[in-house]
């Protein structure tokens, strides 16, 4: 039995583009000012928003020190303490004049789920942890040294124990390790070399590091992996009409995961990385190239978005290609990505509704990808991300091959944003034949105890074109230290 929509006449992607670029801001609220004695203006708000309790009071008020939080320490510091307050140290003086106050910080994240998951195909349940552990060594405010490790966890496997299927029940420890997983050195060159320019007019705003280091690029859909690089950004270029610039150069020589979420040992990466702020919107240009051996393939790729608002509606906007340069491989497909995000409060509080969509032409493939993180889609929703932590799946594929889709979804928040619940609908049905749609509505609910533990629980219920219904459900507890 077909699940595609009737003669495909809802094309969610036309629905989210339309809205994004039809919205004026002809509606949006304009403000009326009230002179007052002495030539000072009051500002006077439309009456429905006067007595609004989001509004903020017109009275000053002093600041109320016993209400600000106390700092949560983390497990271990040496040397001034991180975001405290007090005085600080004199410090060392560098040949280059930088003045540095070296201090060691041990800080991370411990996750432990209970999980079953059921895709269609095979059942799985297990428990299973993982542990984010870092040592960061600060030298300024602008350098630091970072080293990170995850002892639970290697190529996708997880230490746990299996409850089913029974072929694979059983305790499992093969993934201990101490590999390193991040290595890296950051830095800006005006800040260690400060006798270059002492009063600050010269264009030395350029950041850098070197190292394994995690890479965030279009918010993961292009690239989503720790790699061994090395970064160039050069900062606060003022372009006419904009009010920064922001240019980043990138090489990454190792531990480049390709499209397949598989590491290609043989591949370099090469990175342009463009962001333009404006005074309507934020720009992304990025375009990279990996350069491999002939199995896996040479590709280039190229991606832009737009992030603005309209009032009180957040749009952004994305367009990705992935170019073979010989012929597609199970490392780089060819194809075209085009991707929307909208998203706006519910009244005037912080709960959030959103609209998500996309489509994808042909055989789209991401730069790099972690063997954890999913596809280029996970992005679209909670019933599309990767849980991180197990072999949990996600209950919609993320893979952005001939397909179009996405997800309509709530979050509420209360007890003053210590508890959140998030709903979701989504589904994606497939442009080709080979392609199955698939269907799905899922649930988190998160809640927060004291300063560090979260718990968080996931549901979903799936169903598939040709697989049988799935379905799904996990307690996650996090410590954070």
């Given at each position: 039995m077909s699940l595609r929509p009737p003669a495909r006449c809802f094309p969610l992607l036309v629905l989210v583009g339309g809205l994004q670029l039809g919205i004026a801001a002809a509606g949006e609220e304009k403000d009326v000012t009230i002179p007052q004695e002495g030539g000072a203006e009051r500002q006077e708000f439309p009456e429905h928003l006067e007595n609004s309790p989001s509004r903020f009071s017109d009275e000053p008020l002093?600041?109320?020190?016993?209400?600000?939080?106390?700092?949560?320490?983390?497990?271990?510091?040496?040397?001034?303490?991180?975001?405290?307050?007090?005085?600080?140290?004199?410090?060392?003086?560098?040949?280059?004049?930088?003045?540095?106050?070296?201090?060691?910080?041990v800080f991370g994240n411990f996750r432990t789920a209970l999980q079953s998951f059921d895709d269609g195909d095979t059942r799985v349940s297990e428990w299973a942890g993982r542990l984010d552990l870092f040592f960061g060594l600060q030298f300024s405010g602008t350098e630091r040294l970072l080293l990170g490790v995850r002892p639970l966890d290697k190529d996708g496997r997880f230490v746990g124990r299996v409850f089913e299927p029974d072929a694979i029940a059983g305790w499992d420890d093969s993934a201990l390790n101490a590999n390193v997983t991040s290595l890296f050195f950051e830095g800006e060159l005006g800040e260690i070399f400060p006798g270059l320019d002492a009063n600050d007019r010269r264009p030395l705003d350029i950041g850098f590091s070197v190292g394994r280091q995690p890479l965030l690029i279009q918010d993961g859909i292009l690239i989503n992996d720790r790699i061994d690089a090395v970064a160039v950004t050069r900062n606060t270029l003022r372009p006419a009409g904009a009010s920064n610039l922001r240019l980043t150069a990138l090489w990454g020589w190792n531990e480049v995961g390709r499209g397949d979420n598989l590491e290609d040992r043989s591949a370099d990466l090469f990175g342009l990385f463009l962001e333009l702020d404006t005074m309507k919107a934020t720009w992304n240009l990025d375009a990279s190239m990996v350069d491999s051996r002939e199995e896996t393939g040479d590709a280039l790729f190229l991606a832009l978005s737009r992030v603005s608002s309209f009032g009180r509606l957040n749009a952004t906007l994305?367009?990705?290609?992935?170019?073979?340069?010989?012929?597609?491989?199970?490392?780089?497909?060819?194809?075209?990505?085009?991707?929307?995000?909208?998203?706006?409060?519910?009244?005037?509080?912080?709960?959030?509704?959103?609209?998500?969509?996309?489509?994808?032409?042909?055989d789209f493939s991401s730069v790099a990808r972690d063997?954890?993180?999913?596809?280029?889609?996970?992005?679209?929703?909670?019933?599309?991300?990767?849980?991180?932590?197990?072999?949990?799946?996600?209950?919609?594929?993320?893979?952005?091959?001939?397909?179009?889709?996405?997800?309509?979804?709530?979050?509420?928040?209360?007890?003053?944003?210590?508890?959140?619940?998030?709903?979701e609908l989504g589904g994606r049905a497939g442009t080709d034949p080979t392609v199955e749609d698939e269907w799905a509505i899922g649930g988190r609910f998160q809640q927060a105890f004291g300063r560090r533990h979260i718990m968080q629980l996931d549901t979903f219920f799936s169903t598939h074109e040709v697989r049988r219904d799935g379905v799904g459900g996990r307690v996650e507890w996090q410590v954070k230290f």
């Amino acid at each position: 039995m077909s699940l595609r929509p009737p003669a495909r006449c809802f094309p969610l992607l036309v629905l989210v583009g339309g809205l994004q670029l039809g919205i004026a801001a002809a509606g949006e609220e304009k403000d009326v000012t009230i002179p007052q004695e002495g030539g000072a203006e009051r500002q006077e708000f439309p009456e429905h928003l006067e007595n609004s309790p989001s509004r903020f009071s017109d009275e000053p008020l002093a600041m109320n020190a016993e209400a600000i939080p106390r700092r949560p320490a983390p497990i271990l510091e040496i040397g001034e303490k991180l975001l405290a307050s007090g005085k600080l140290a004199r410090g060392l003086r560098l040949p280059t004049g930088a003045v540095w106050r070296p201090s060691l910080v041990v800080f991370g994240n411990f996750r432990t789920a209970l999980q079953s998951f059921d895709d269609g195909d095979t059942r799985v349940s297990e428990w299973a942890g993982r542990l984010d552990l870092f040592f960061g060594l600060q030298f300024s405010g602008t350098e630091r040294l970072l080293l990170g490790v995850r002892p639970l966890d290697k190529d996708g496997r997880f230490v746990g124990r299996v409850f089913e299927p029974d072929a694979i029940a059983g305790w499992d420890d093969s993934a201990l390790n101490a590999n390193v997983t991040s290595l890296f050195f950051e830095g800006e060159l005006g800040e260690i070399f400060p006798g270059l320019d002492a009063n600050d007019r010269r264009p030395l705003d350029i950041g850098f590091s070197v190292g394994r280091q995690p890479l965030l690029i279009q918010d993961g859909i292009l690239i989503n992996d720790r790699i061994d690089a090395v970064a160039v950004t050069r900062n606060t270029l003022r372009p006419a009409g904009a009010s920064n610039l922001r240019l980043t150069a990138l090489w990454g020589w190792n531990e480049v995961g390709r499209g397949d979420n598989l590491e290609d040992r043989s591949a370099d990466l090469f990175g342009l990385f463009l962001e333009l702020d404006t005074m309507k919107a934020t720009w992304n240009l990025d375009a990279s190239m990996v350069d491999s051996r002939e199995e896996t393939g040479d590709a280039l790729f190229l991606a832009l978005s737009r992030v603005s608002s309209f009032g009180r509606l957040n749009a952004t906007l994305r367009a990705a290609a992935s170019l073979p340069q010989d012929r597609e491989t199970a490392a780089t497909g060819r194809g075209t990505l085009i991707f929307s995000e909208l998203s706006t409060n519910l009244g005037h509080t912080e709960h959030l509704i959103y609209l998500n969509g996309f489509r994808a032409i042909d055989d789209f493939s991401s730069v790099a990808r972690d063997v954890d993180v999913g596809g280029p889609l996970e992005r679209a929703g909670i019933l599309f991300e990767a849980r991180g932590v197990g072999s949990f799946g996600s209950p919609l594929s993320s893979d952005a091959s001939r397909t179009i889709g996405g997800s309509l979804g709530a979050q509420f928040f209360a007890h003053e944003g210590r508890r959140q619940f998030v709903l979701e609908l989504g589904g994606r049905a497939g442009t080709d034949p080979t392609v199955e749609d698939e269907w799905a509505i899922g649930g988190r609910f998160q809640q927060a105890f004291g300063r560090r533990h979260i718990m968080q629980l996931d549901t979903f219920f799936s169903t598939h074109e040709v697989r049988r219904d799935g379905v799904g459900g996990r307690v996650e507890w996090q410590v954070k230290f």
